[in-house]
């Protein structure tokens, strides 16, 4: 843990608090996994989202025992969103009369399938970025954590947004509000909270 501290002692007052924070997470981490508690963490842009991921990563790789994580940026998501929401369905109706489209679409099935199975069974989700633009994308998130929580499988969502900015861009996606409600109310349930 040596090398963990030097790197809370280097970071910015602001981030030392949080990394303090993780590090007392991660003290506890085999009680915290088997109570699916995660982290909802907020402001996390630029320099401070890769100190904030390389100690998350950091502190798994000292970790005794392996742990199935899944580091997943917010690009990534919203490319696997947007192939399992609009490219497959698209691909469907093309697939029964185009060769080309069926390979097409068997690959990207297997891609897509293995991509969300690892979301939903790896004991953490690390998901760097989150800033939604589509629809699609919070269609997918909501039922990523959606299946997490109920089955009490840690998640921690990292967003460069305060909560009031993205609350509104949920908002500008979702009008109807929905997934900004549950996902924010599953993942304040379940995760400890910083800014």
Known sequence: MADGQL????APLQDRDLLQRLSLYFDGFDQRLRQGQGW?????RGPRSGRISSFIQFRLDEHQTPVASCFMTWR????????TEVGLPELLSEASANDA?????????RVTYDTWTRML????LVLVGLKPARLHEAELLDRAI????????ATILLTPEMPRQLEAEFETVDPSRIYWDRIFG??????????
Do not use: G, W
């Open 76 to 83: 990534d998501f919203a490319i696997s969103a947007y192939v």
């Open 101 to 109: 489209a069926k390979r097409e679409l068997d690959l990207a099935t």
């Open 40 to 44: 909802l963490i907020f402001n996390a």
């Open 186 to 195: 599953r993942m304040y349930e379940s995760s400890l909270v910083a800014m």
């Open 146 to 153: 959606a299946t997490r929580h109920t089955q009490r499988m």
């Open 7 to 10: 790197l809370i002692d280097q």
């Open 121 to 124: 069974s790896a004991e953490l």
